[in-house]
């Protein structure tokens, strides 16, 4: 069972759970004085085992949250003007690898591409990691006519200490050294898209070098509604979807 308990805003700022008559977790949540979560910490068996901490810009959106769960985890985030997010970072694992992400927009406020960086510090055994990813949108109107994504990836490999560093008095300690030996693959999908009178997506087109071709067939009732739709790739029937609606 749960039981909360409650600030003088109406927000939790206690959760009990129980199994039978022992507490299992117990939960402390902390606000600041925008009534935003600030701090929230869990502790079972009378430890704590999860820390989770927010701070926010002038405002009041997300700038930074950092989870402590036996090992830190760290988000970081970047607004424009008006308020759409451009830049996002994630530190994962006490900083063992990271993503990054880049975002712009069309002047009318659509998504117009992303670009996202993965990867981890050199660890023995699994080298440099890391690729980029770019993905660019086109519009007709508001809805998306084409997608453009390239993967670029690497691998790196580090340069493994002999048998004898690897003794409990080892000094060689992660990062460890590059070798500057780099395999780089890249991949190419461009995907286009096109859709009915009633907004709704007839095709989807994936040409990755080799083309496959989603197609949505439908039928509507009397207030426009589809209530069945045929999903077919290439030609073959693959769902068969139903909707009913009360009038």
Known sequence: ST???YNSAGRIATELAKNGEKVSSETFNEYNLDGQLIKS???SDNKISLTETYSYNTKGMLAEKIVDNFGIDKWVYKYNAKGKMIYKKYFYRNNYGFEESFFTYTKSG????V???KGNNCHLNQGCDSSITTTIYTYRGKKIIRQLTI???AMEQVAEPVSSELGENSKLTPPYPRTGRQQWDTFKAETTFD???YG???MEKLNTG????TTYEYAYDKKLNWVSRVIKLNGVIETVNRRYFEY
């Open 110 to 113: 659509l998504l117009n591409g």
């Open 195 to 197: 859709y009915d009178k």
């Open 41 to 43: 910490i869990k502790k």
């Open 115 to 117: 670009k996202e960086i």
């Open 200 to 202: 709704n997506r007839t």
């Open 210 to 213: 080799k083309i496959n071709i």
């Open 3 to 5: 039981t909360y308990q």
């Open 151 to 153: 993967i670029q990836s």
